[in-house]
């Protein structure tokens, strides 16, 4: 009886020992079955789940363009739980995926895993290209200022050009890439990103700056005709050969055509110097660069003067002379005789004909002399001429009576003494007076 009890008292200890050990072996167990992380690390930045415990979700926000049909994403969970998917595993991501997160003591937690892919709010042009040129042509463009510029070779059309244009992804412009456009004029193009997002770029397309700088006319049109320059393009040379007979040419004013765009200094239409037989002008070109030309002025070969025959060889002291002729100009007169010369300045001069009073001074004395003429430097000597004294003038007289002769006293100058001869005529009839 007492061994049948103690048996029995044996038999419960060790079966509630046994109870008492399972019971702590369980309770020991861990119960957390959470997602602490969930991140996609492959991406550049990273990106990490927003997870809602109350809700047993996690959303992911990706970049647009994101292939979310294999994403391995990388999951931290509670210590000694496990979960499906596992971490690392790639998954499709087009449709929720429930991963179930196991606690070390069994309990299990399904959190559901959503991808969102964000839509591009990049609108952006990359590239503007003009392809249709023998060589690719790509515009600047300013992104801080949004503009677009490019110049273009002249031989194209800017009414018709074809730009090739690269956005953002997902992104559309307007106008068009590919679409024939008229740049005569700014041209506004607009980009809209994918989530609706706009930009504005201005494109101004313009010609490249001319280069050709030469002069190509140069002419004096105040003659007529008008004097056309002979330009030589070799040497940058122009050579205007005027009238023999020009006689100023500290003033003359040159109607000048230049390549289209250029400008030159001096201007066209300047009154200008040639009298020093040569000036310089200069052609700029658009694009900065310049070309000089040297402009010289000549005048054309003077024909021979010729002179009609002396009226008289025979000139007064204080006369007027004039000689007439065609063909005159820079005139001078000498009158000279052995070793002595004089001459007299000019009254006025003209292509056919100059007048000059004679000497009337003491030293240049009466008598035979050559009569030279200068023209042009050039010497002519018309022969021989007797210079006489210069002709008496009558200021006035007075008369008066003298034992009934008449007595006239004549006042004036230039009269010769022994030389002077006075005749009273009456009738037809001249007496001469005796001069007293």
Known sequence: MIKSLLWRICLFSAIALTFFQCTEEEEAKSPLNKIEEFSITSMNPPVSGVINEEAFSISLDVPSGTDITDLSPEIS???????????????????????????????????????????????????FIFKGFETELAATIDEENKTITALIPRKYDLTKLIPTIEISEFATVTPASETEIDFSKDVIFTVVAEDGTEVEYTASIGYEPRTEKAILIFAFEAFTPTINGVINEDSKAITLTLPWNTSDLTALVPTIEISEG????????????????????????????????????????APTPEFDDLISTSFRKGELVTITGKNFSDISVSFSREGFS???????????????????????????YSFIVYIRNEKYVLGDVQILPPAPTISDFVSSTDDDNIIVRINGRNFIEGENKVYFVKNDVRTEAYIR
């Open 77 to 127: 969970i509670s210590d000694k739980a496990t979960v499906v998917p596992a971490s690392g595993t790639a998954q499709d991501f087009t449709s929720p995926v429930v991963y179930t997160v196991t606690a070390e003591n069994g309990t299990v937690a399904e959190y559901t895993v959503t991808v969102n892919v964000l839509e591009n709010t990049e609108a952006i042009i990359d590239t």
């Open 262 to 301: 250029a400008t030159i200094s001096p201007e066209n239409s300047t009154a200008e110097d040639f009298s020093f037989g040569s000036v310089d002008y200069t052609v700029t070109a658009e694009d900065g660069s310049t070309q000089d030309y040297e402009v010289t002025v000549e005048l054309e070969a």
């Open 342 to 368: 004089s001459g007299p300045s000019l009254e006025s001069e003209g292509e056919t004909s100059f007048s000059f009073n004679v000497p009337n001074n003491v030293s240049f004395e009466t008598g035979t």
